[in-house]
């Protein structure tokens, strides 16, 4: 409301605009998601590193214990071992030690890279 008192106009209050009415914002359409921040990218490619290595200890337990298999085949059937072949079960149940061990820690390594894929897909779009 604008009053007039002959020299001065002035405006109420009512009529002023307040700061919550006025609205600075910029929309950008189309844009790609934001890359995450530095931190999680580390922890991203950290839990890479992690998963190529648990996959190398994996490989090599699994080769470890495929070289007997045959001998814990006929071990588990009944057979008897002899002397060296007995010393090479021995030696291949702390095999399989490992290779339980290293299949454990690949599937929380691989868990935990999955975030990796999420990353690469949004970057390589």
Known sequence: MVRTNGAKTETSAQELPTVS???DTV???DSPAPVEDVQDIDDILNSLKSLLSTV???QKARQ???DIKPLIGRMLDGELASG???EQLKTSVSGLSRLVRAYGDHQAALAKAQSAR???DQLLK
Do not use: P, Y
């Open 64 to 66: 470890e214990v495929a």
């Open 84 to 86: 060296e072949e007995l």
């Open 118 to 120: 999420q990353l690469l």
């Open 56 to 58: 190398e200890k994996l």
């Open 21 to 23: 009415d006025i609205e």
């Open 27 to 29: 929309t950008i359409e």
